[in-house]
Nanobody, 124 residues
């Protein structure tokens, strides 16, 4: 199983980025997908989760209204559209896949596979 995250970079506050995570080696449509982030010295933080068909989503309060998670099962890819970025959004962003039975997963322990991370830096 491989999850390849991309799309990170340097952006000014108020700007936007779109992260992508391409999956291989798994039946993508059978997995709940999620995005997390980890800033230096902090715990890995849940951001968003999307159900198998993409019809149910859930967000952390810190990103609700600014970030949007979506998926394309034909392309085996999950996305995270990030708008109105703030300096406190600076972190390494990770995608993850959960083979569990619930439509949404919000904790690290629920996820079975992780991508390698992509750095997002927001300048003030």
């Amino acid at each position: 199983v491989q999850l390849q995250a991309s799309g990170g970079g340097l952006v000014q506050a108020g700007g936007s980025l779109r992260l992508s995570c391409a999956a291989s080696g798994l039946t993508f449509s059978s997995y709940v997908m999620g995005w997390f982030r980890q800033a230096p010295g902090k715990e890995r933080e849940f951001l968003a989760s999307v159900s198998w068909r993409g019809d149910t989503t859930y967000y952390a309060n810190s990103v609700k209204g600014r970030f949007t998670i979506s998926r394309d099962n034909a392309k085996k890819t999950v996305y995270l559209q990030m708008n109105s970025l703030k300096p406190e959004d600076t972190a390494v962003y990770y995608c993850a896949a959960d083979r569990g039975v619930r439509a949404i997963a919000t904790t690290k322990d629920e996820y079975d596979h992780w991508g390698q991370g992509t750095q997002v830096t927001v300048s003030s």
